[in-house]
């Protein structure tokens, strides 16, 4: 598995919001990310955010992005705007579910796959919501403190 973006956002856009417009938080690409176990990544609006969250961090495929910007026909997007922190390449993130998994030294238990929601369509485009059914990322805990960077 490789790390091809990395991202943080300050606070919630989608979490929180329903029935209410979404928030305006800017979704910022960084180099690399300081996790903290049990807590979150330092500078994410999820850091702290609740004794064993399940979404401490979160993973997406860079595969099923291209895939959803070929199937909506989408140019110039960038996977930031899932709100999902790690974009990676070469993982079958639904299979992590459940399980305790490594990435540059750092510990993680997968624990659910991130749904999407209707905020997706807005996000994306129409039917972006639908797509995502079964492939929107991977929730994960955060077992041991480390720092992720973006493979060379």
Known sequence: MKIRRLFISPGHNFFGHHG???GENPTVEVAEIECVAGQGI????FFGFKENYK?????FAQE???ALCAELKLSGKS???TRRNVIVAGADLNALIGKEFEIQGVKFCGVAECSPCHWMDQAFAPGAEKFLQNRGGLRAQIL???????DA
């Open 55 to 59: 979404g401490q961090i979160t993973f």
């Open 20 to 22: 209410q417009p979404a």
């Open 42 to 45: 330092k500078g994410d609006r």
């Open 64 to 66: 099923v992005f291209e």
């Open 144 to 150: 041991t403190n480390g720092t992720l960077r973006v």
């Open 79 to 81: 996977p930031g705007v």
